[in-house]
């Protein structure tokens, strides 16, 4: 890691690990959104990693976003903070100012008619607690307050907010980009696979802490090699997300859109590790693990619903697969390794 | 917190050249050589090839020079011996003498060792077999029981190797023998030895047939063989520790994964003339699968090139890439539903003919699936 990169990591993790406890999650399930934490997380420039230095962002790459996207992740992180800092970065790849307060990503179907925004996004995460929405209408980066916006508040099975946000000729701020077509799903997945990432790694380390604590039979449950072998795959799912997702930023600071390879990798290989980890972390957990009192449902409830979020793995699969199977048997490995 | 680290490893832009210039010779040098041969890839020996590969530096490329070596970095190895693994070049002859026999003879071998063996490794004119295993002693490594006694001069060895990969073919084996029969001394009583199986009397070579009816391993029976001091490896009763930084080097390379990849090559070829959405999710899947696994296995290769110890890291990705070279078979057959085939002509079919037949040995060798879980669980903690 390099400077920014330790400064990042303490500064996301000192902060999340201390400040989102179960019961802040709990209350933000019952609908208590966590204003002073978010407060404290952009305070801190959480949201600004990709925003430049000379608009008060960290100036950031994409691999230092992994950092916090992760961290968000791993810690449960109650708060659209991955989702802002993709608005983040997509209001500065088109020259808008960066707002503070919460924003929020759009993705829907949406007209600009003489600056002027009209559509509806469903599942806009937390779409009732954010100031500004983000959208991309034909390779526009639209900028809109959505104090006007109708909502219709809907959860996923996280119980984090995706509403449905209805905008009406709502005075929006638009530049041209050069983003691709589908920047909103594709960005979406790669900020989506890495805070799966990063909660596949609580998942392992929360279930070998776990293991080496419950006592059945006379001992931790850990020395049981039935529950060894479980907990080595789960690792190892977790290291291969880790690598996957790290992979995927650092080629899109190497060669933007046409990480759009990367970032499917990343997000089918995610989607089939939150099957597997998932299910071993609840096994090794017990009954416990099943009850709302234990933690250990945040993450995995998080799991199971973003791994559905800004298209499924298997959804990337076919689009990459076609793509490989257009391109020929031959050019796979020359492709493969000319990354 | 994971106890192992993955951090990204990109190959130097320098390697390019390379990796070119090996497609070219593979495109010529395997024209004529059925798919179904070629799926063999490091499991399938050709002298002559290996005869090739050591006239073009390829062998040995990290080792220094006054040994036959190239001193060429640990990238340039890995892009060698994934173009060649990708291509399905049957590199099995020197493969373990360039794999994990001469670099421990770098590390631990005498001089003399030295001299005398590795130049003609690198030439690949001289193979190695690795005998660990025994009827008795398969993952329990340390119950080795064949006894190596002191005599005059050497050792009298006896007892009975199992499961040697190439041992009808190699010139020398790696072999680990008890020295120390003390019940105490069970992991310090053991040693390693170079042994000369071409001019030793004593050794009698059995392959056995494997379920494809292939003679792939071997029985190696040893009956009052007599191995001279001078080729006991490292230091006597070292042996259980030199096995183990040899492991690393066993579980770390890209064969670890890539042993299905033609396999995967044409199952694409055959959806192309198809076509159809689910072989379109099939196919992206395993590409997911492949691009991570080669970015971890490029990781265990950084690490190499520093000079640190992946031996967690191989573990991890070893058990992964294993997973993904035997299901192989499983998707083929899931989406394509053609039969195997053995001599049928047809590319496809020979190779899952091949391949399915073969995937079993792909999480026993080099560890079993249940060591290599044992030794990440180690790392997690658990034990």
Known sequence: MNELQTILSDSVNGLLAERVTKALVQKAEEGDFPTALWNEVEANGLTRVLVPESQGGAGGTWADAAIVLKAAGEHVA????????????????????????????????????????????????????????????????????????????????????????????????????????????????????????????????????YANERTQFGKPIGKFQAIQQQLAVLS???????????????????????????????????????????SIAHQVHGAIGFTYEHGLHFATRRLWAWRAEFGAGSEWAAMLGRETVAAGADALWPHVTAR | MQPFRFDLCELPGETEGLRQEIRAFLAEELKQIPKVTRAQTWSGSDPEFSRKMGAKGWIGMTWPKQYGGHERSFFERYVMLEEMLAAGAPVGAHWIGDRQSGPLLLRFGTEEQRQKILPRVAKGECYFCIGMSEPDSGSDLAATRTRADKVDGGYRVNGTKLWTSGAHTAHYMIALFRTDFAAEAKHSGLTQFLVDLKNTDGITIRPIKDLAGNAHFNEVVFEDAFVPDNMLVGTEGGGWGQVTAELAFERSGPERYLSSFLLMVEMIRELEKRGGEEGAREIGRLVAHLVTLRQMSLSVAGMLEKGENPALEASVVKDLGAIFEQDMPVRAHELLGIAPGIGTGNDYEDVLGYLTQTVPSFSLRGGTREILRGIIARGLGLR
């Not at chain 1, 989702?83 to 100012?97: P, S």
């Not at chain 1, 937390?126 to 809109?144: C, F, M, P, S």
Request: with cysteine; hydrophobic share 45%; aromatic share 4%.
């Open chain 1, 78 to 209: 109650p708060l659209p903070l991955a989702d802002a800092l993709l608005a983040n970065w997509f209001l500065v790849q088109a020259g808008i100012e960066v707002p503070d307060g919460v924003t929020t990503l759009l993705d829907g179907a949406f007209t600009l008619e003489g600056g002027k925004l009209s559509g509806e996004a469903p599942g806009v995460p937390y779409g009732r607690n954010a100031a500004h929405g983000v959208a991309i209408v034909k390779g526009e980066v639209v900028l809109v307050p959505l104090d006007g916006a109708a909502i219709e508040p809907g959860l996923n099975v996280a119980r984090e907010p995706r509403d449905r946000v209805v905008l009406k000729g709502a005075e929006a701020t638009a530049k041209k980009t050069a983003l691709p077509g589908n920047a909103m799903k594709l960005y979406g997945a790669l900020i989506r696979a890495c805070q799966m990432a990063g909660a596949l790694g609580y998942l392992s380390s929360q279930s070998v802490a």
């Open chain 1, 236 to 278: 190892t799912q977790a290291a291969a997300c880790g690598v996957v997702t790290d992979h995927a930023c650092a080629q899109l600071d190497k060669r933007g859109a046409e990480a759009a390879f990367e970032i499917a990798v990343a997000k089918i290989r995610v989607d089939d590790a939150s099957s597997i980890a998932t």
